[in-house]
């Protein structure tokens, strides 16, 4: 069970990074709690994680065992077939996907008021195709003021109109960290898949910002960030 937690707000560690350290600023979140690790949501049988618009069907399922895998392996809720939400309404998910090191994510879902909810889940498994077993789980919440911050950076990097593979990268990323970009909000699911080398400008800084609303759950991925 989840206990509501009350202030004082403590302040994330900020990932460092000699190249970029101006993009992440310190983000104030509540204490986390750790409940126990029967999740909170469960995914239905067959449910998959991917549209079927997103992708070729063979794409699809490629992704579906790839990403799909790791999120089912959290007992994340699967977005599929979310509706609209009502406007100022949002959820959105963030998947780190690490080659060699075990996966994590990190869900905001904000309501009516200017608060929101944050879960973080990690794994232990080998990153890449190996996603292993959830061994964590942190609940948290945003105040207002942060809900405000993460607002305008999703604003920058527009996740709704960015397509769910980059195809216009003229160079080949190999290993390092996948990351995908989930939201729901008022125009209905989105989803982006990126490597973190094609991962620039203001989706790179909404990703490295969310990443610091994780206190213990999940693997230290600041040396993936070049």
């Not at 991917?50 to 490629?62: F, M, T």
């Not at 964590?136 to 942060?146: H, K, N, T, Y």
């Not at 989105?190 to 759950?217: F, S």
């Amino acid at each position: 069970m989840t206990r509501k937690l009350a202030f004082p707000w403590i302040m994330a560690p900020l990932l460092l990074s000699a190249c970029a350290a101006h993009e992440a600023a310190p983000v104030s979140v509540s204490k986390p709690s750790f409940p126990a690790l029967d999740a909170p949501t469960r995914l239905a049988q067959n449910e998959g994680y991917l549209p079927d618009v997103l992708a070729e069907p063979e794409q699809r399922s490629s992704y579906e065992k790839w990403f799909g895998d790791h999120l089912a392996a959290m007992k994340e809720p699967s977005w599929a077939k979310a509706s609209p939400l009502p406007r100022g309404q949002f959820k959105l998910r963030i998947l780190y996907l690490p080659s060699f090191a075990p996966a994590h994510a990190v869900r905001v879902e904000k309501g009516k008021d200017w608060t929101a909810a944050v879960t973080v889940n990690g794994l232990n498994g080998r990153g890449g195709y190996a996603p292993g077993s959830r061994i964590g789980f942190e609940a948290s919440m945003l105040p207002g003021e942060e809900v405000g911050e993460l607002s305008r950076l999703m604003a920058d990097a527009n996740l709704a109109t960015l397509p769910f593979s980059d195809k216009s990268a003229n160079f080949i990323c190999t290993d390092g960290m996948r990351i995908v970009f989930e939201l729901v909000d008022d125009r209905g699911h989105h989803m982006a898949e990126r490597h973190e080398c094609e991962t620039k400008g203001p989706l790179r800084i909404l990703a490295r910002h969310v990443d610091q609303y994780r206190k213990v759950v999940g693997a230290d991925i600041k040396y993936y960030w070049h």
